[in-house]
Every structure is written in structure tokens, then in C-alpha cells.
């Protein structure tokens, strides 16, 4: 079984680039690069039936860092609010340890 070889996406655009400026075909390309022209062609089909995410992957960004902000404030607010909550539970506990104290020592006496 042959290995198949994986070619990176910026490697794929570049090729798709040269293929679009019509400098060189489709089949000169996979022949100098050792690749299918149908997969070549398949690479530049998909390239530009995606190409519109070009313009809308910095909204998508956005919205992204948007939500990663909000997530990002919301847990230092539940980690501020544990510890107000730690601090309140060591303070009862204290208390409830005095009140034991004297109760005990109210009884013995």
C-alpha cells in the first residue's frame, strides 16, 4: 500500500495561486511537483467555492475573542467569588470551633 503523501494548505494555495495567474497549466504544475492534475484541479475547485471565508473569517474572529473575553471575565468572577465564599466558610468554621470551646468548657465546670 502506498504512503500518501500530505501537502500543507499553504503549500496547496500557493500552487492553486500559480494555477489562477495562468502562467504555467494545470498539468506542468503536477508535473514539476509530482502531483495529479485531477488533484490539483480538485485543490482549486475547493479553493474557490471557499474563498468568500477569506473576507469572513475576521467577523467570525471577532465573535470569537468576543466570547473568549466574556468566558475569560466570567471566571474571575466565579474564582473572586470562591474565594469570598473559602474566606466565609474559614470564618464560620473558626467560630463554630470557639463556640464548641466554650460550650465545653461551660459544661466541665
Same mark, same amino acid.
Given at each position: 500500500?502506498?504512503?500518501?503523501? #500530505?501537502? =500543507?494548505? &499553504?503549500?496547496? +494555495? *500557493?500552487?492553486?495561486? &500559480? ?8 498539468? @506542468?504544475?503536477?508535473?514539476? &511537483?509530482?502531483?495529479?492534475? *485531477?488533484?490539483? =484541479?480538485?485543490?482549486?475547485? &475547493? ?8 473576507? =469572513? ?5 471577532? +465573535?470569537?475573542?468576543?466570547? +473568549?473575553?466574556?468566558?475569560?471575565? $466570567?471566571? $474571575? @468572577?466565579?474564582?473572586? *467569588?470562591?474565594? #469570598? ?6 470564618? +464560620?468554621?473558626? $467560630?463554630? #470551633? @470557639?463556640? @464548641? ?9
Amino acid at each position: 500500500m502506498a504512503n500518501r503523501k #500530505e501537502y =500543507s494548505a &499553504e503549500k496547496k +494555495a *500557493k500552487l492553486i495561486i &500559480e494555477t489562477i495567474e495562468g502562467e504555467r497549466t494545470i498539468s @506542468e504544475i503536477g508535473a514539476r &511537483e509530482g502531483i495529479s492534475p *485531477k488533484l490539483i =484541479s480538485n485543490w482549486k475547485r &475547493e479553493f474557490i467555492d471557499n474563498a468568500y471565508r477569506a473576507f =469572513s473569517a475576521t467577523k467570525d474572529e471577532k +465573535a470569537a475573542e468576543e466570547r +473568549a473575553e466574556k468566558a475569560e471575565q $466570567k471566571g $474571575k @468572577e466565579l474564582m473572586a *467569588k470562591i474565594g #469570598e465564599l473559602t474566606y466565609e466558610l474559614d470564618w +464560620a468554621k473558626k $467560630k463554630s #470551633e @470557639e463556640i @464548641e470551646k466554650r460550650r465545653k468548657i461551660g459544661t466541665h465546670r
